[in-house]
């Protein structure tokens, strides 16, 4: 495990702040979706249904004329692809709907992906889009600006028709390390179901919101572990809960576990106090929660 540098740690406080290029482009569809994640709370799945709570399909979100929104991102992503060159038919969407989505986040915005395997999770960053690339240089470690300036990552910008057919996606990985933003080249596969893929502010508005009802309440998180078995506990970040099971008056006793959740640096990790055992926490992942109880 490596240091997190001052380089990387500015940088993902500078992908939290508000909408930017860096996590979107200025498109109508991802101010919608973004509405909805913030102010709403709401995990957006936008191929397969993840079970998480409080989440809804895309396909049950309207765009134009009460379109489904998968269904009109894809339509969108389908000319685009054709004005780029690629020979699509007019009913390539209904083949190929889910691939069409992913080029398009990929394209338009900042992504985060999870992926479980045999090793357990893995996350990182990925896209496709060059604007998102340009805007982050600042956070990117030296070697790797070099490779860009070389052009060694000009092969994931575009889209070949076989991405689509075959359901792999080239695309710039992002991984933060002591000295910065890494990049690589990856494959995502967009038809394995070990892998999710979310815009990155679609996941900080359902995460901002879990944190807003923590900070003032206390509830009971029903949650699969690392292993896939079910764990259910109590927790909280309400100050006056907090000092009560840490035994203290002073709610500036509680910093340093407001600062330990705040400053997680895997996007979907939360680490949370256990109210039923003092002083310990327990790590779980967004992906994982089923349910939220919220108690008197």
């Not at 070099?146 to 359901?167: H, I, P, Q, V």
């Not at 710039?172 to 815009?199: E, M, Q, T, W």
Request: hydrophobic share 35%.
């Amino acid at each position: 495990m490596f240091p997190i540098s001052e380089k990387v740690k500015r940088a993902y406080s500078w992908l939290n702040r508000g909408l930017t290029i860096e996590q979107c482009l200025d498109v109508p569809a991802h101010f919608n979706l973004y509405k909805i994640a913030h102010k709403q709370g709401v995990l957006i799945d936008f191929f397969k249904p993840s079970g998480c709570h409080c989440s809804r399909p895309l396909s049950q979100i309207s765009g134009l004329a009460n379109t489904p929104m998968d269904i009109q991102i894809a339509q969108v992503q389908q000319e685009l692809l054709k004005g780029f060159g690629l020979n699509l038919g007019d009913d390539f969407y209904n083949l190929h709907l889910n691939n069409l989505l992913v080029n398009y986040l990929l394209y338009s915005s900042l992504c985060y992906v999870q992926t479980e395997g045999q090793n357990g999770l893995d996350s990182y960053y990925v896209t496709k889009q060059v604007a998102i690339i340009e805007g982050l240089k600042p956070f990117i470690n030296s070697k790797d600006i070099a490779k860009l300036n070389k052009g060694y990552f000009n092969d994931r910008y575009g889209t070949e028709l076989s991405e689509l057919t075959e359901s792999k996606h080239k695309v710039i990985v992002l991984r933060p390390d002591a000295d910065g933003y890494h990049l690589g080249k990856g494959i995502f596969y967009s038809n394995s179901r070990n892998n999710a893929i979310y815009p990155a502010y679609v996941l900080r508005g359902y995460k901002k919101a879990l944190l807003g009802v923590l900070k003032r309440r206390v509830i009971r998180i029903s949650c699969l572990d690392s292993l896939g078995g079910d764990i259910k506990f109590v927790t909280t970040l309400n100050g006056d809960a907090l000092c009560k099971w840490l035994g203290v008056s002073e709610v500036n006793r509680c910093q340093p576990i407001w600062r330990q959740v705040e400053g997680s640096y895997c996007e979907a990790n939360l680490t949370l106090p256990n109210l039923d055992v003092r002083n310990e926490f327990i790590t779980i992942n967004l992906l994982h929660i089923k349910n939220v109880q919220i108690l008197p």
